[in-house]
Structures are given as C-alpha cells and as structure tokens.
C-alpha cells in the first residue's frame, strides 16, 4: 500500500518562530491518523498545509504523488476546519451545488440532493443557512466535504462544541467513509472520541513530532497515556 | 492553473455565487445607493447646488461618490467569506486564487455599475444636469474607471481578509492608489459634460486604460500570494 | 371582527376620496396663475402630513415597545414606518411631477424639498436596519430606538435647513408663498387628509397581520429546527 | 449607577484603554487621516482650489472631510471589542453601559480631533486659506461640532455593532442624523472664515449646543437597551 | 445554608420563539452546577441572563440577594463566556490590570501582578496578548475571571478546545475555588470533566428544565445516563 500523503522534512515559521520544525510523515492510503499535539503544537498549521491553505516554509508536501497546491490534489481532498465554510446567505442546496461546481463534479444539482437526503436535510433543501440550528450546519458542513467523494479527509477538530448525539452521527459517517478506503487525518482535544476512529496516531509538541505509529490499546485504555509517555 | 475553458467556469460559478447572495438581500446594493444619495446632499450643503458653475465640479462630485460608494461594496467582496471560514473552503476547493479574485472583481463590477446606474439619474435630478451629447465616450470613461475602482479595491479587499497584512497596509495605500484613475475619470466626465472637444484630453484616457491593464496584471500576478499565507 | 374593520376603513376611505374627486374637478375652478395642474396640491399636502403623522405615530409605538415589551407594538411600529414612507413617496412624485410643470426642473434644493429627502433617507436606513438584524428581539429594540433618533432628529432638520437655506433663497418660495387660498378651494385638502388617514389606518392593521405572522413562523422554523 | 466619582473614573479607564491600545497600533488614526488628505487632495481635483469663492465652500469640504474619516474612527470604536468577545466581558464587569459609552466616547472625540488637528493645516496648504482672526470661535466651533459627531456616531458604532453589515449601515444611519450639526458647523466655520460679523448667525451656535445636549441625553438614557440585549 | 443563585420561573423570547421556558433553579452556595443540554437547548442563554448580558422576558434573577443587572452583583462574579474576553492589543499586564480596575478591586497593579505569577505568565508579563499561544489566552483569561475574587463564577463551555494539561490546570483552579466556598456555575459537551467537578447538575432540553439535582454516581459511571434517562 502506497502512502496517501507524504510529509516530508516541513518547517513553518511565523516570523522566526518556527510554528513547524522538521517534520516528516506518512500516511498510508486508507487509514485514520490522529494528530494530537497541546494548544499551540502545531495541528492547525499543518492541517492547513496539507489542505495547501499555506505554503510550507521549507521541505515539500507530497499528496496522492502530487503537490499540495495542485489542484488535481484539492479536487481529492475534502476540508472541515474551524469555521463550517458554509455560506450563511444561501441555501442548503446551493451551498452544496456551489461547491460540487466548484470541485468539478459530474452532475452538480444531483449530487447536492443526494447528499441532503443522506444527511437528512433534504426537508429544508432551500432553507437559507441563516436559519439553522448548530447541529444542522454542522451536518451541512459534512456533506459539503464529503460530496465530491475525496480520497483524503482533513478534520480539524471536528467534536469541537458538538453534543453526543451530533458527534456520534459524525463518528458514523468517518466510520463509512473508512469502509470505502478514504484516508482520514483529524487533530482533535477530544482523545476518547478521536483514538475510537484511529488506526495510527501522531503527537506534536511545540512543533516537533514527537510519536508517531499505530493506535495501540494501551492508548485506548488511557488517553492520556501519549502524553504522558511523549509529551514533554 | 486549470485550462482556460476551466477559468472562466470557475470565474463565473464563484461570481454567481456572489450575485445570488447579494441580490437575494439586496443589502449592499441598497446601502450603497442610499449612501449615495446621503452623499448629493450633503454636497448640496458645501457647494450651493443652484450655482452656475456646477457643471464645473459635477464630475468631481459624481466620482467622489462612486468612489466612496464603491467602499463600502469592496470591503463586503472578501468580508463576506469570512463569517464561517468560507475563504478556506474556497480556497481549498480546485479553484485559483486568481479564479476567486476574477469572480469577485465581476460581482464588483456589476454591483459598482449598478450603484452608478441608480445614482447618475439621481445626480442628474438633484443637479439639474442632463444627458450631455458625448453619451457614447461617457460611458467608456464609466467602464473604465469603475474597473480601475474594481480591480485595486477587490485586491486590497483581499488583502484586509489576511489579518496579518490589515492595518499595516491596507488603509494608508488604497485610497491614494485610486488617485490617477480618479482624477482621468473626473478631467474626462467633465470633458463630456462641458460638451468640450476631447482634443488634448486623450492622455487622460490612455492613462485611464494602462492604469487598467498595470493593475488587472498586477494583482492577477500577487493575489496568490495574498490569499496563500 | 378586525377584517371587517379593515374593509370598512378602507370602504369609508375610498369612498371620502371619490366623493373628493367630484368636488375637486367639478366645483373647484382652475387656480389663476397655475392652471388645473395646481389640483395636485389636494394629494401632494394632505399625503405629506400624513406621512409626518404615520412617522411620529411609528415612534410612540416604539417607545411603547421599548416599555411593554410587546412584539405587537412593534409590528404596528413598522407598519406606520412603512405605510407613511409609501405616503412620503407619493408626496415626493406629486411635487416633483409638480415642480417639472411650475419650475420647469424636477428638483430644487428648497428647505422643504430638502428636508423631506433627509426625513426619508433617515426610513430608508430604518428599513435597512431592520432587514439586517436576524433576532426579532434585537429587531424591535434596536429600530424603536433609531426611530426615537430620527423623530427627533426631523425637527432639527426641519429648523435648521430652513434657516439655512434661506440665506440664499431660490425661485422657489415666491410660488410657494402664493399659497393663501380660498376657504372653499382649501376644503378639499382636509378632507382628502382624513381620507388618507382613514386609508393609511387600515393598511397598518394589514401589515400589522402580516408581521405578526412573519414572527410566528420564524419562531415556529426555529422551534422545528432544534429538533 | 455607580456613584459620581466611580461614574467618572470608570470612564477614564475605558477610554484610557482604548486610546492605549489604538496609540499603539496606529491603525485607525493612520487610515483616517490618509484618508482626509487623500479626500481633501480629491476635492481639490474636483473644485479648482484656486477659484475666488473656495471660500465660500471651504468650510463645506472641511467638514465633510471631518464627517467622512470619522466614519473610519467610529466603526471601530465598538468594533474593537469583537474579537474575543470583549464586549461581554465589559458588560458582565460592574461598568455601566453608559460609562462605557462615554469612555469610547471620549476616546472617539480624542481620535477625531487629532484627525482634524492634522487635516486643517494641509487644508490650509491646499486651499491657501490661513488662520482667520476668529479663530478663537473656529475652536468651539470645531469642539462642539466634533462632539455632535462623537456623540451619535458612538451611540449607532453600538447599535451596529452585531450586524454582518456594520461598515456599511454606520455610515447610512449616521450622515443623515448628522445633518444639522453638519449645516450648524459648516455655516459657522464659513463665517468665521470669511470673517464675516456673527450677528445673526448666533442662532447656528445655539442649534449647535442644542443638538449636542439633546443626542447626548438621548444615548445616555437609551444606550442601556441598545448594549444589554 | 441559603441559595446562592434563585431562578424564579424565568422566561428567554427571540421574538415568539422561546429559548427558555419557564425555567426554576435554586443553586445552593459552596455548590458547583454542570449545566448540561444539547446544541441550541439553552445553556449559553441562560448563563448570558445570569451574567446580566441580557434581560429575562418574563421571570425574576436573584444572584446573593441581588438583582443580576445591579453593579454591586457584578462585582461579585466573574464571567467566562465562549470568547476568552481580553484584549490582543494589550499585554497581559495591561489587561489584569484594566479589569481590575473595573472591578474595583484595591491595588490593581499589584492583584495584576499576583494572578500573572499565580498563572504562570509572569515572564510574558508584557508580551501584547496578541502574540500569545491558544493555552496562554485560556490561562490569561482564567486569571481574568478570578483577580477580584467573585463568589460566583459563571463558565459557558470553559474546556472548549483545550489540551489535557490547560484543562488539568482550569479543573484545579476550580476545585480551590470550590474549596474556598465560590458558587460555580458552568454548561460544557465534555462530560466527564464537569462531572468530575460537579456537586450539582440540570439538563436542559429544548429550553425546559429536563432535570436538576445532585450529581449522582451513575452519572459518572456513565456520563450519558443523563441524556438516556431525561433527554428526549
Ligand atoms: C420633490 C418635490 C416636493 C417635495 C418633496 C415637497 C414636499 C412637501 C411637503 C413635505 C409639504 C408639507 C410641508 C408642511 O406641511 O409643512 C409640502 C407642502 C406643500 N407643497 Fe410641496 N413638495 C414638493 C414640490 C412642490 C411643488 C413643485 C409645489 C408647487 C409649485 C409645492 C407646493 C406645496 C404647497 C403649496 C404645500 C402646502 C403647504 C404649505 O403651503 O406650507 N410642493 N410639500
Ligand atoms: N498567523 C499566525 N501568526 C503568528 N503565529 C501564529 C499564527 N498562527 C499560529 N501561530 C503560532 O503557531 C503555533 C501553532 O499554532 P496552531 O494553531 O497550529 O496550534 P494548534 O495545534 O492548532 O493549537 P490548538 O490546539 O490550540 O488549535 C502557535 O504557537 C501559534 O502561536
Ligand atoms: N440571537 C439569537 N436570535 C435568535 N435565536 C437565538 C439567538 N441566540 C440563540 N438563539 C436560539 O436560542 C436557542 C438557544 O441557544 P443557545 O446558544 O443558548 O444554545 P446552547 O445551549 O448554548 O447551544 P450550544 O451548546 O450549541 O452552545 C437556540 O435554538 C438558538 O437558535
Ligand atoms: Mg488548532
Ligand atoms: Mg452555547
């Protein structure tokens, strides 16, 4: 099995503070990396350089064996970062629309509707986003990043402020989309709900990698485990 | 860059988009010509409207509007993505950074242009100043110098999205950027409005157009590196 | 019961203002200097007075707001806004189809023109406001307290512009001060104002209807929304 | 309501905060006044400055420079508590939303007048008008008219302050409000600079004074309902 | 022992729609409340109201004896919400201070000083906030809520988004000032760090008081029994 992405000696810097110090990762096809990491380790930024959102201050992103800015490679890559990325103006089915337009899918209006009626929005198919509740912009958002059916998922935190029942819907969904071989990378706080999907784990600290490997059990049992073996 | 064809789709899908959301609310479209209208009158009260030589000033006034109007239309363009992190979906979405600026420079062209429709009739009732006989050149120097107002203020809008770059650049630069498109737009309305020959005024609109094409390039050639921290 | 108050304030309206019309082309002669086109007075006067009535009445409602915390107040707070801005609006057109046939040009910046502009851009900002604001609560709050600053502030204006304006006065006022008409020319305008009234009364209560309505199914999306 | 001295006291904190952090990243104060010079440089384009009787309108372009670039100034004054919800924290602190209304009010009326200091003289440069001998006046009549500007623009900065479009209602809200003050200031300033007997221009004065007061009273008496939801 | 907080049928409309519904809670003094419910049930509105941000639409707040909108009530809690509430322009001094001030509490500089060392931000004393990382801005903000001692705290979602070690760090600040005898009143996602803590719990639903009573030891064993029991 070919990796899906391959990080390969990245350093970022803010400045000269060097938000990323030499960090090199891969990531098989189809598993789910975990990345942890304290506030301020360093998720975000490389989240938002394997999404090409930012350029790597030095070495090189390697995705699907292509370069993160390609947009081949963002055609292949599906985004949920902090904000949802959903517009508050239009309605479900145009978001949805715009973006599967926008990712070059085939039938643009078909997929849309397809996606509302699995995540269950397809009732307020042209309700203005405006309008919804939290949980119904959070399942917007996933269909948003599910509808071009990526190969690589990049979730940062995606628990985030989302009650029990929101976040097991979603744990289902990446479930799924696992089952269809879909690579997933998330960094999350939440370590019970992120180590249940895992198959591999990476800790950041202040930059650096600090472990990287399968999710063993021990993980499983105690979440703190990592830190406390490879935090510093 | 994906293919040309490919271009102007995605141009095209990110300015409908943009459309769509601003004529459902018809928010900015509204704000901006009743701004426009606020400004007339209060010019009504610093240069006595009755007065012979208004045809003098009326371009200068006219500009003036447009270009304070057109603010308030270029600081939503980018402002508008940032409520739910939209800039990021976009911009990891397949399309170019240059894609998202062209399709915004379009919905702000449209708008701008729309904004002036309203407001040059108005201007028109208000100032008592009517439809001159170089129609046809006035209309040249309206498109011209819109997209002048257009392509600076969606780059700078932009820029103002990437919080590192704010209130360092933007605020000191943009207004005085738009100086040399106003002042060709301003001499050649004039020009029109006085019935004058264009003669010698041809510089003003060569200027008018480089300025254009420098700046279409120009931000063409940065917006990436604006958008792409 | 309220529909059928509606109908019978407008009916009443509608039929003031016929009856109006027949006196107005039919009794009325022609005014020396202006000709029948100076009839326009008898929609352009009693409209304007209306629109200040509707605009103050909007306030009170506001403030009633402010206090009872009534939504119904402030449904009927922007309907008088509404309803008196259309008002405004026709006595805006009357005289400017009235200035193009006098003056000869559609606008002139006479204190009274002006000021009128200023009271109608201050509700258009009104409406602005509150199409830009989601929460009703915040909605009512926030538009009754423009609607106090802009009430008041249409006083100063009226003042002020009126000073200023006649430092230099135009060709405008000279017309205007012709203004002394016979009592049996005059009568029309008062009546045509409580027709207007009457007319503007029923359409509040309709709009009224329609707002409270909006609430409750904005109210009722929300409610499905959550679960 | 705290008692007096706490009134005050609190109040200078606030706007001592404020003026803190604005001095320190220039931002607003640079961007307002790049602004009016670029305005005033504008209006010079569109007014030929060497005419006889800019003196006639001298005083309308001044304060619609002052009116304009305060737009700048005053959409950040509530603005500036957005980013972490600093708003709340204010409110949920003993201060009263009156006092933080006079605070950012004080900061506002600073700001401004500092704007207004450095815009005046390249003004003069520009126009050449100098210093009239009424310039005693010209002060309170500059004090006065910024306040009338401070005192609604703060109070609608928070009555704007949670919409998606604040940077585009502020200004529709405010200019028309401030009309009178505008008229008010602008007739004295001209007085003053053609230096004119004040005579019966006293009653300008007075409408001056009686817009502050009222405007003032009013946002102290309703700026509680506006801030606390 | 009296009643800290008293919530006398307490009503929350936006426009017809009501967020809270006739809401009754009494929360003893010295106890700390886990106020729990799923996205958009209310908590945020509530603790908005009790914090005095905004105002009942029908019903009475009585936080120690007082009306919640009075000064003298205000100064007497401290108020976390989803924002941290501090200032990036300003250093960390600067905003201790500030707030201080306000609070009227004695020396300012001095209160500023002591919760900078207490937090561990004294070598950053007068780094501007806006250089500082996620974990600081908690810390900096925890300081902020505690400088002028308040009885009663009110937290809205406080572990959001924090990494075990600045959550460990939140849990035994609020265990000393439960030692201390403060009220404590906080809504989270995550329920077993409020669980951990709380003496009390009441769970809201669509606006309802769905439950309200003594942390029991169900509830930790299994931190959904709550939702299975009394949510909808
Ligand atoms: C756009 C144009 C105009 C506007 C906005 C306008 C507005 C108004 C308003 C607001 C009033 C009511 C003022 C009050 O009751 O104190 C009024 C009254 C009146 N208007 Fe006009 N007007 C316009 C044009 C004209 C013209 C062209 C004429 C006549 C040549 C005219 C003649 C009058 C007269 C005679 C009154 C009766 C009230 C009085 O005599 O004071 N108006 N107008
Ligand atoms: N735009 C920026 N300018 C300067 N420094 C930055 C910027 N963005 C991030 N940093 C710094 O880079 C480091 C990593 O930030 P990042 O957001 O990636 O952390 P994180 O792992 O996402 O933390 P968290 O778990 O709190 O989200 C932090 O120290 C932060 O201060
Ligand atoms: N400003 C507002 N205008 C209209 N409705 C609002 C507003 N604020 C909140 N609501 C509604 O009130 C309800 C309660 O909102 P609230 O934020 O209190 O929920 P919450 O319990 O904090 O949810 P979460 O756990 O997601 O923070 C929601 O249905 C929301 O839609
Ligand atoms: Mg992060
Ligand atoms: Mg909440």
């Given at each position: 099995m070919s990796p899906a992405v391959v990080i390969d000696r990245v350093w970022k810097f803010h400045g000269d503070f060097?938000?990323?110090?030499d960090i090199s990762l891969n990531v098989e096809a189809g598993s789910c990396l975990a990345l942890l990491g304290r506030n301020g380790a360093g998720k975000t930024t490389l989240l938002k350089i394997l999404a090409g959102l930012s350029k790597p201050g030095k070495g090189a992103i390697t995705i699907l064996g292509k370069d993160a800015r390609a947009p081949e490679t963002r055609s292949l890559t599906g985004v949920l970062g902090?904000?949802?990325?959903?517009?508050?103006?239009?309605s479900a089915f145009e978001n949805l629309r715009l973006f599967a337009t926008l990712y070059g899918v085939k039938d643009p209006k078909k997929t849309a509707d397809e996606w509302l009626e699995k995540t269950g929005l397809d009732r307020v198919?042209?309700?203005?986003?405006?309008?919804?509740s939290r949980g119904m912009r959070q399942r917007l958002a996933v269909a948003r990043v599910f509808l071009h059916n990526p190969a690589l998922l990049l979730l940062d935190e995606?628990?985030?402020?989302?009650?029990d029942r929101a976040i097991a819907v979603l744990q289902q969904l990446l479930t799924a989309a696992r089952a269809e071989g879909r690579t997933i990378i998330m960094s999350t706080h939440q370590l019970r709900e992120a180590l249940a999907l895992a198959t591999d784990v990476a800790l950041i600290s202040r930059g650096k990698l600090a472990f990287s490997g399968e999710r063993t059990q021990d993980m499983l049992d105690d979440p703190g485990w990592l830190y406390k073996n490879y935090g510093e | 860059m994906a293919n040309r064809a490919g271009f102007i789709h995605q141009v095209l899908t990110i300015a409908g988009k943009d459309l769509r959301s601003e004529l459902r609310t018809k928010e900015t479209i509204n704000a901006s010509v009743s701004f426009s209208v606020v400004m007339l009158l209060l010019f009504s009260f610093a240069v006595d409207?009755?007065?012979?030589?208004?045809l003098q000033i009326a371009a200068g006034l006219l500009w003036l509007v447009f270009a304070f109007a057109s603010a308030l239309v270029l600081n939503r363009s980018f402002a508008r993505e940032l409520s739910n992190d939209c800039l990021d979906a976009l911009l990891s979405s397949p399309a170019e950074s240059a894609e998202i600026y062209f399709g915004k420079c379009l919905t702000n062209f449209v708008l701008l242009l729309m904004v002036e429709l309203v407001s040059i009739p108005v201007f028109g009732l208000f100032y008592n100043v009517f439809l001159p006989a170089g129609w046809p050149l006035l209309i040249a120097v309206l498109l011209l110098g819109t997209w002048a107002l257009t392509a600076i203020g969606t780059m700078f809008s932009a820029m103002t999205v990437n919080l590192r770059l704010r209130e360092l650049m933007l605020p000191i630069l943009v207004y005085p950027m738009m100086i040399p498109a106003l002042i060709a737009a301003i001499r050649l309305t004039t020009v029109v409005l006085l019935g004058e020959p264009l003669g010698e005024n041809w510089i003003w609109f060569k200027l008018l157009i480089v300025f254009d094409v420098i700046f279409t390039l120009l931000a063409f050639a940065l917006v990436d590196v604006v958008l792409v921290g | 019961m309220r529909q059928s108050l509606i109908l019978g304030l407008a009916g009443l309206a509608g039929s003031v203002i016929i009856w109006n019309l027949y006196t107005m082309f039919m009794n009325v002669p022609d005014e020396m200097n202006q000709g029948a086109i100076f009839r326009i007075i008898y929609f352009h006067v009693p409209f304007a007075i209306a629109s200040f009535i509707g605009f103050f009445a909007g306030m009170f409602c506001g403030i009633g707001f402010l206090v009872k915390k009534n939504f119904r107040l402030d449904s009927i707070a922007a309907s008088f806004a509404e309803v008196s801005f259309a008002f405004a609006s026709v006595t805006m057109i009357t005289g400017m189809i009235w200035g193009r046939i006098i003056w000869g040009i559609w606008w002139a910046w006479d204190p009274r023109l002006t000021s009128y502009l200023v009271c109608l851009l201050l509700y258009a900002g009104y409406f602005m406001l509150r199409r830009a604001i989601d929460d009703p609560t915040q909605r009512a709050k926030l538009s009754a307290v423009l609607s106090i600053f802009a009430c008041l502030d249409i006083v100063l204006v009226w003042k002020s512009i009126e000073w200023f304006r006649t430092q230099h006065p135009g060709p405008v006022l000279s017309i205007r001060n012709?203004?002394?008409?016979a009592p049996g020319m005059e009568a029309p305008i008062y009546w045509n104002l409580l027709a207007l009234v009457l007319l503007g009364t029923s359409l509040v209560l309709i709009r009224m209807r329609q707002e409270d309505t909006k609430r409750e199914i904005d109210s009722l999306r929300r409610y499905a929304h959550g679960m």
């Open positions: 060097p938000a990323l110090r902090h904000g949802i990325g959903i517009y508050d103006e239009l198919r042209d309700g203005l986003v405006r309008e919804f995606p628990f985030t402020a989302l009650d | 409207p009755g007065a012979e030589e208004v | 012709g203004g002394g008409m």
